[in-house]
């Protein structure tokens, strides 16, 4: 007979064994309850999938199943699914292709008012069906706010401004990267000196400047320095033998648009700009009945502020460094005094290369001469159409005090029902609907982070939203960290009037033709609904 102790070690093995039994079966199913219960990762995606009101999703997801019986004698044959289109990449000569602003296609068009510097797109026959390559070496851009400073230059391998811009700090190579030290032709000792200077005059600090425009920007310093004051600004200049401005603000994480102020109305909506600059843009001015400073007065708010430094401010001290005679350069400047002054803009400023213009708060405050006041009822139908000599009216306003598109400043502007809603100049839109809007959004983005953890972080910069609407899905990712391009397709709903009243940016477009802009320009593209709106294109 055994000792008694084994017999009670073997009941104690027996115990502990029911007990770590029991103990696993509690764990797995606590585990699946949790897993059914639509928290546990493994069933993100699924739980996501069965939100889905599109039965097309699952009609893709079963295409390729076959519920047939397997013992029918007769096989049963499917019609085939077409297969989808494969692009193929296009030639390597088309990385930096711009299919509305090539080089070639411009030099068959006018020089007359910049004409061949405007949107020529090709026809059907010439468009392109393959996908733009990336440049052999190229990198993922420095994140915000490094982006801002350097390059990498497989991204963008341009060295001209390196040279012709040398002393004017636009942009240095080193070593396989661009710097950029914030300098311009009319700021060499950097971005942030000017813009403190800008800033003794108009009030940038307190949030009542928000959206800006930057006419010829170069590489956009200007703007880029701008951000970090809660400014937005959008800037331009054309595709031209300064190779790449716009694609290196671009990369360097900054609003930007290839365009020019030519024969064709800018494509933003009346009353858009709180600020305005050229900083020797070499926009003339004074030309076509002072048509070009005419449209920039069609943007600009009452209110809004210009901005002219270079040619021909601070004449005196220049005119034969320009090359041109004391009696001309003089004649300019006053041409454009008296311009202004018939647009009721206020000179407020006036040192050294730069000069500051204010313009009235509304027309009853102005008591300029005799203009041309444009006739036409919609000053925000600007897709293609001639820019004109005519003058854009603003809204009425009961007394001389009142501010014509009313009193905006940042950031409560982003949230407070914009005075286009207010007023009911939105057709279909009301306070109420604008705040359901807003909700909506704020509630679809909250989605959009937790299913891709990178939206919201320095990792996307650059953001477009492809049709717009109201603005609710810029204003819910609003932050330091990135922008958004707000697109209002042409053929939507025109809206955009209300985004820049949000102290939000954006653009008109038709998604049938190429956007203004290089390949690889955006980290994050947002499509919501615009298939539907061209599906009858």
């Known amino acids: 007979m055994g000792p008694k102790h084994n017999s009670s070690g073997n009941r104690t093995r027996s115990t502990l064994s029911i ?12 585990l699946g309850a949790w897993q059914k219960s639509g928290f546990g990762k493994g069933d993100k995606i699924a739980f996501q999938v069965t939100k889905q009101k599109d039965c097309n999703v699952f009609a893709e997801l079963n295409s390729d199943l076959n519920f047939e019986t397997h013992h029918n004698v007769v096989e049963i044959v499917e019609p085939s699914e077409p297969k989808a289109k494969e692009f193929k990449p296009c030639h390597v000569k088309y990385a930096d292709y711009t299919p509305c602003q090539e080089q070639d296609r411009a030099m068959k ?48 391998p341009y060295k001209s401004l390196t040279v012709e811009k040398a002393v004017q700090n636009w942009v240095q190579f080193q070593g396989n990267v ?40 170069g590489v956009a310093s200007w703007g880029a320095y701008l951000l970090k004051r809660n400014v937005l600004a959008m800037s331009f200049a054309p595709r031209d ?105 206020e000179k407020k400023y006036e040192k050294g290369d730069m000069a500051i213009w204010k313009k009235k708060v509304n027309t009853k405050s102005c008591r300029r001469k005799s ?50 809603i207010a007023n009911g100049l939105v057709v279909g839109v009301t306070t109420k ?14 989605v959009y982070k937790r299913i891709n953890r990178l939206i919201g972080t320095t990792r996307y910069r650059n953001v477009m939203d492809m049709n717009a609407c109201l603005g609710g899905f810029a204003a819910a990712l609003e932050s330091r960290k990135l922008w958004v391009m707000n697109v209002v397709p042409t053929i939507a709903k025109n809206t955009l009037g209300v985004i820049y009243e949000r102290g939000l940016i954006g653009i008109y477009h038709d998604w049938c033709e190429g956007f203004s802009t290089y390949p690889r320009s955006y980290d994050l593209i947002h499509a919501s609904g615009v298939f539907s709106l061209y599906k009858n294109e």
Request: with cysteine; glycine share 6%; aromatic share 12%.
């Open 178 to 217: 661009f710097k950029f030290p914030g300098g311009g032709t009319m700021f060499p000792q950097g971005a942030d000196a000017y813009i403190d200077e800008l800033a003794s005059v108009i009030p940038i600090a307190d949030g009542s400047v928000r959206t800006a425009l930057d006419t010829g920007c």
């Open 19 to 30: 007990f770590v039994v029991i103990s696993l079966c509690c764990f797995f199913y606590l």
């Open 241 to 345: 033998n300064h190779e790449a401005q716009v694609q290196f603000a671009l990369e360097r994480g900054v609003p930007a648009v290839i365009g020019v102020l030519g024969s064709i109305r800018l494509p933003y909506p009346a009353r858009a700009f709180d600020m305005a600059q050229c900083s020797r843009c070499l926009i003339p001015w004074t030309a076509n009945d002072g048509m070009y400073l005419k449209e920039v007065d069609r943007v600009l708010r009452p209110g809004g502020y210009w901005i002219l430094s270079g040619p021909p401010i601070n004449w005196k001290t220049y005119y034969k460094t320009w090359k041109r005679s004391k009696e001309d350069v003089q004649a300019e400047q006053k041409q454009i005094e008296a311009l202004a002054e018939s647009l009721c803009w």
């Open 371 to 420: 203009v041309d006041v444009c006739q036409t009822e919609d000053t925000d139908d600007v897709w293609y159409k001639k820019m004109d000599t005519c003058v854009t009216p603003s809204p009425d306003v009961t007394n001389a005090n009142e501010v014509a598109v009313g009193e905006l400043k940042f950031p409560a502007r982003l949230y407070a029902v914009p005075p286009r």
């Open 433 to 446: 609907s604008y705040q359901e809007d807003n909700k909506l959004w704020k509630k679809h983005v909250n």
């Open 109 to 156: 068009f006018p020089r007359e008012n910049m004409i061949y510097r405007e949107r020529h797109c090709p026809p059907e026959e010439e468009k392109l069906h393959c996908l733009i390559p990336a440049r052999e070496g190229y990198m993922t851009p420095f994140p915000w706010p490094k982006g801002r400073d350097y390059v990498h230059y497989g991204n963008v």
